[in-house]
């Protein structure tokens, strides 16, 4: 986000210096690249796969980690080669065709490498040249995505992922100027803590901050942030893991100025426990102490959600605590307490609506920004007094998916209600803000005026992409930003992707886009499990995708994949007692520039992929019909569900959990969230996504207006 070192805009720049590495252009497949690899340090690592590695002295893997990329040592599996010249051509220098590129995908014995990093080393950083990026154009207004053809010479990123073997929720990370990577939260049965990544990714080590008392980190709402100018860490976590009726003391707070190797603990903002957010920027007139910028903490007090079931324990948002700390995060003083109520939001359709905000940043002026959703309107809240007083500015036109607390089962369906980690701010002040509105759309907008008015929103997830799930922004120059979320092309399994563009403050900027992991593996094979079901029962919650750039460029994000079917830690594909508990594993996923000379094409949508493929019929009508009658269902009600509703009915009954869920339902009486907690054990085994299928059954109810009278579906 803000304030990242300086360094070249052009994305696929390759002629760079890292540390004592000076590289040139090559000429006639000569690399003329010279300085010496220094000898990594041998550690012992939580390894991908469930095997801890050890990374030995003359491995492949740099020790200068991300922000220093190596090249090749004779007797280190090949030569590097840089771009030549007339290859640095970034994404937004494209050709004026914007039909879609027919260049065919390299195979892994294609020899097309021509970055930095030898085949064995992207290998070991768990990268896969033979996945090379895709260009397309971005939509005017609600428009999907169009395939494009990048400029004739340009460089297709890669895509990187490592799966951690660790446990993880809820995951964001940080990076330091020499590269070291570090990624939170790690769940291991020793403790919470971070990984720490010094070779891109290859191996990482477990770092665990001590409290004061000598106890480890809870692993409630954590929050990992590192200061790109001074390169100290804050790690946050909720205070106490007890129940929520018990949740008191604010957050937890680790410093380490020294890259993990010590830390130093503190209690913070004792009103509140929930949904943490730590940015930094210089000050404006303050005179900092023993630090150079002003590092803010933001919070909800006392909690984020106004749903009913927290509410029955006598909590509801407030007002949001924004803290700010001019020693370095030493010492801590309240700056403002702006509403959380949506009474106080002009216009709100809805007293029962949300008011949150999201993450914040600061630009080289000072003047802080944080995002806000306001009902169904999004905002940027600026402040220029480092944090006493706000002013909001709405973005014209956008309209966010509706929050009903009276309805669980709809915020169970939709995790966009969230605002995350969407905004970024350059050096130049151009603030950039994505979202997914009401229609399911991932748009981008920016301001070059601190916020008061805004570019048109364009919509950028790729054209194959049909849904999408949170939003994560990174910038690193004017024009230049990356957007991180999980996207499906089926609306069952979710893949995690990057899109950027140096070409921003274009009205169709050109972006190029890589699936981080391998599409055959996908991070959320079974739906999308957020783990509101099991919120209750103590279990991990997952609303945060995360985006930060190297300093070398890199992409970097924060990802999760889920191991288990259920919303619990049943019907799992690894050992949960071996990985403290959690049905989550954390993924670290990461997009090089300028490595592969070939493109992947970009595929348009499919507009009929989820027509449904059920009709009413009298068949249809017949079979439903049939399982009213079984299950003693009244006949003026199972008229109405089998005239309206057959479909549903037969898609559910399809899968053996969303058929407990539904019959649970019947059995219980209930319909939709009144299901919740009469239904909680066969609602957790059977997942987020089919229970959200069962009980939207109701929706059809309610919709033509079935009669309640008897026992619903």
Not at 429 to 448: H, Q
């Amino acid at each position: 986000m803000l304030l990242v070192q300086p360094v070249d805009h052009m994305l696929f720049e390759p002629s760079r210096r890292y540390g004592l590495i000076a590289c040139g252009l090559v000429l006639a497949g000569i690399a003329a690249c010279k300085g010496s690899r220094q000898e990594p340090t041998a550690l012992t690592t939580a390894g991908a796969g469930g095997a801890s590695s050890t990374t030995a002295a003359g491995s492949a893997a740099p020790s200068g980690g991300a922000g220093a990329r190596a090249t090749s040592a004779a007797g280190s599996g090949g030569s590097s080669v840089v771009a030549t010249a007339g290859q640095t051509g970034a994404a937004g220098a494209s050709s004026d065709t914007d039909d879609a590129g027919t260049s065919q995908p390299p195979t892994n014995n294609d020899p097309v490498l021509s970055g930095p990093f030898t085949a064995a080393e992207l290998e070991s950083q768990h990268c896969a040249p033979s996945r090379p990026g895709f260009a397309y154009r971005a939509g005017r207004g609600s428009n999907a995505a169009t395939a494009a053809k990048p400029a004739e010479g340009a460089l297709a990123p890669i895509p990187c992922a490592t799966n951690t073997d660790v446990g993880s929720t809820e995951s964001t990370l940080g990076i330091t100027k020499d590269g070291n990577v570090f990624f939170a939260p790690a769940f291991k049965n020793e403790g919470v803590g971070l990984l720490r990544s010094a070779d891109f990714g290859a191996s990482w080590q477990f770092v665990e901050p001590k409290l004061e008392n000598g106890s480890s980190h809870g692993r409630m709402q954590p929050y990992v942030y590192v200061d790109p100018t001074t390169d100290r860490i804050f790690f946050a976590t909720t205070a106490s893991a007890a129940p929520i009726a018990m949740y008191s003391g604010g957050f937890d707070l680790s410093i380490s100025s020294d890259a993990g190797k010590t830390f130093t603990s503190s209690n913070l903002a004792s009103d509140t426990f929930d949904w943490i957010k730590i940015f930094a920027g210089p000050p404006r007139t303050s005179t900092t102490q023993n630090y150079p910028n002003i590092v803010y903490a933001s919070a909800p007090s006392p909690i984020s959600t106004p749903i009913p079931i927290v509410s029955l324990v006598g909590l509801a948002p407030q007002y949001q605590s924004i803290y700010r700390s001019l020693d370095g995060g030493h010492s801590w003083e309240r700056a403002a307490t702006p509403s959380l109520l949506a009474s106080d939001v002009p216009g709100c359709a809805a007293s029962n609506e949300w008011v949150i905000y999201g993450a914040g940043a600061v630009d080289e002026s000072g003047t802080a920004y944080l995002v806000v959703r306001r009902c169904r309107k999004l905002a940027v809240a600026v402040s220029s007094d480092e944090g006493s007083t706000w002013n909001l500015h709405e973005i014209p036109g956008v309209t966010l998916p509706p929050f009903d607390t009276s309805n669980l089962l709809q915020i169970v369906a939709n995790p966009n209600l969230l605002v995350t980690e969407q905004l970024a701010v350059d050096g130049a002040g151009a603030v950039y803000l994505a979202w997914i509105d009401a229609e399911g759309g991932l748009r981008f907008a920016y301001s070059r005026d601190a916020a008061q008015t805004w570019s048109t929103p364009v919509t950028v997830a790729a054209p194959e992409v049909t849904d999408v799930r949170y939003a994560g922004l990174a910038t690193r120059g004017s024009g230049v930003l990356a957007i991180a979320y999980y996207g499906s092309t089926d609306g069952v399994k979710y893949n995690g992707y990057v899109t950027e563009t140096s070409n921003a403050f274009d009205e169709e900027p050109l972006f190029m886009s890589v699936v981080l992991n391998d599409p055959a593996d996908p991070l959320f094979p079974w739906g999308f499990e957020v783990g509101y079901l099991g919120v209750t029962n103590g279990s991990d919650l997952h609303e945060i995708i995360q985006a930060k750039y190297a300093p070398n460029g890199d992409l970097w994000v924060s990802l999760v994949k889920d191991m288990c079917e259920s919303a619990t830690t049943t019907r799992c594909h690894w050992d949960t007692a071996a990985h403290a508990g959690s049905p989550y594993q954390g993924v670290v996923g990461r997009m090089i520039h300028g490595v592969s000379s070939r493109w992947s094409e970009a595929h348009a949508a499919d507009p009929d992929r989820f027509k449904t493929t059920c009709e009413q019929s009298p068949d249809n009508e017949q079979q439903c019909d049939a399982i009213a009658s079984g299950e003693n269902i009244c006949e003026e009600l199972a008229s109405c569900v089998c005239t309206s509703c057959a479909c549903s009915i037969l898609d559910c009954k399809k899968d053996s959990h969303c058929d407990a869920v539904r019959q649970c339902a019947t059995k219980n009486n209930c319909r939709g969230i009144d299901c919740i907690l009469s239904c909680q054990d066969v609602a957790l085994e059977a997942g987020e996504l089919m229970t959200t299928r069962a009980l939207g059954v109701a929706n059809c109810l309610t919709a033509h207006e079935c009669p309640a009278s008897c026992p619903p579906f």
